[in-house]
Structure formats: structure tokens, C-alpha cells
């Protein structure tokens, strides 16, 4: 199967590290021009670097709408168009549990990983997608489908992401695709804390004898925004190694 995004302009949310740069430099591999958005410009730099020349970057908070209106228009700017949305960036300000949680951080948990991924999908859909079609793709959690007390509120943002994901597929087909990735446990600085401490121990409980790699991930989100996948919107599909085989 030839999996290509030749012609593709893609714009990936969070695209300065971990997942999010996995994501951007499989999709510059496969053939696609695209932005990475994060909110620090020397850490976008540096990213940028590893795109083959086929990316370019502008500094946004996510979570922040006259930002992201500005990356979007950016974007459009600078290559034309906006085909591919990766609605990757994410937050966790707060570890404990979910009833002991402050308005502030709540706030802020629930502005970058759900508002924040359907303000962006609102932005690409007004400034390209209504007109010419493209793909969405939400990087959610396999914690949006499980319980863990100690990171209840951070999880209960990445169900209502499954479910915004659903609904905006139903919303704006057939012209517009709108998937989502769950992820298990994957070796990124933001998971540092869950997995660094005790990662062989974690491995041996999983299916696959491993934790994730950024790059699983990039791979699947390639597969999901290709001509491959035109039959496929409006699923979640799960990449944890088959960690929620345990439940």
C-alpha cells in the first residue's frame, strides 16, 4: 500500500517535540509541506531543522483563539492552503485527584485540550476546508476510555475529545474527515513522570513488551489523513501496545 501525502499542506498543533514532531516528520516524509505550531520559537527552530526542508513554524498558544487565528492565517500565507489539521497540542498542570482540582487549572485543561482542538478545527474549516475538503485529526488518550485517579480531569478532557471528534465527523462530512488517535503510554517528555520511573516494569505488563515511541504514533496519523483511509471518519483508533486489553 503506497501511503503518501504528496501536495498536502499540514498544520500540527503542539509539532515542536514528542508526538506532535513524530507526527510532523513522518507527514514531511510522506510528502506533505508542513507547519508546526508550539509556544516557544527557539524550540520550534530546532524542529523545524529535522523537516527536510519541507516544513516551516510560527509560534502560538493553543489554547489561546486570536493565536491560533493567527497561525491558521499563517499557514494559508505560506503554502496556500490548509489540507491536514493534527489538533495535537495538550496540558496536564495538574496531577491528583480530579476532586480536589482548582478552578485555574481545571480551566486551563479543558482550554488547550478541548476548546482549544475545536477553535482550531473551526479556524482551518473557515479558512480552507469548507471549500476544498481536508482532514482533522485529534490526538486524544486511551485515558479517555479507562480511569486513573491520578490523572482523572486531565483524562475526562481526552473522552470529551473522542466524543467532539464523533460529533465534528458527522457534522462536516462528506468533504472533511475527522479522526482521532488514543494512545497508550508513549515515551515523550510530557508522559515523563508515568513512565521514566519504572519503565521495565510498565513494559512487561503491556501485550507488545514495549512502550510506545513517538514515531508509532506518526505513522498511524499518516495512514488516517491518506487516501488510504477515505473510507474512515469519525473513529478512534487505539495505539497503546494493547494495553487496554488488561481493561
Given amino acids: 500500500m503506497d501511503v503518501r501525502l504528496d501536495g498536502r ?12 514532531l513524530a507526527i510532523a516528520q513522518e507527514m514531511a516524509a ?3 509541506r508542513v507547519m508546526i505550531s508550539s509556544r516557544k520559537a527557539d524550540v520550534l527552530e530546532t524542529a523545524v531543522a529535522t523537516l527536510d526542508g519541507q516544513g516551516a513554524w510560527f509560534a502560538a498558544n493553543a489554547g489561546d483563539p486570536d493565536e491560533a487565528a493567527a497561525c491558521v492565517a ?3 500565507e505560506r503554502f496556500g492552503t490548509v489540507d491536514i489539521l493534527v489538533n495535537n497540542a495538550a496540558t496536564n498542570p495538574y496531577m491528583g485527584k480530579t476532586i480536589d482540582i482548582d478552578r485555574p487549572r481545571l480551566d486551563k485543561t479543558i482550554s488547550v485540550n ?13 479558512a480552507a476546508m469548507r471549500e476544498r475538503g481536508g482532514n482533522v485529526l485529534n490526538i486524544a488518550s486511551i485515558g479517555g476510555m479507562s480511569v486513573e485517579t491520578s490523572i482523572g480531569a486531565y483524562n475526562a478532557t481526552k473522552a470529551a475529545l473522542l466524543h467532539l471528534t464523533r460529533t465534528l465527523a458527522a457534522e462536516l ?7 482521532a488517535i488514543a494512545p497508550g503510554l508513549v515515551k515523550t517528555d510530557m508522559a515523563r513522570a508515568l513512565w521514566e520511573p519504572n519503565e521495565a ?19 498511524a496519523a499518516v495512514f488516517l489523513c491518506s487516501d488510504a483511509a477515505s473510507w474512515i471518519t469519525g473513529t478512534s483508533l487505539v495505539v497503546d501496545g494493547g494495553a487496554l486489553l488488561h481493561g
Avoid at 478541548?114 to 478545527?121: E, H, Q, S, Y
Fill in 9 to 20: 499542506v499540514a498544520l500540527i498543533t503542539g509539532g515542536s517535540r514528542g508526538i506532535g
Fill in 30 to 32: 510522506s510528502g506533505a
Fill in 74 to 76: 499563517a499557514t494559508v
Fill in 114 to 126: 478541548w476548546a482549544g482542538p475545536l477553535i482550531w478545527t473551526q479556524l482551518a474549516w473557515q
Fill in 173 to 179: 462530512s462528506p468533504g472533511v474527515r475527522v479522526n
Fill in 201 to 219: 516494569a510498565i513494559a512487561k505488563t503491556l501485550p507488545m513488551h514495549r512502550l510506545g515511541e513517538p514515531a508509532d504514533i506518526g505513522r
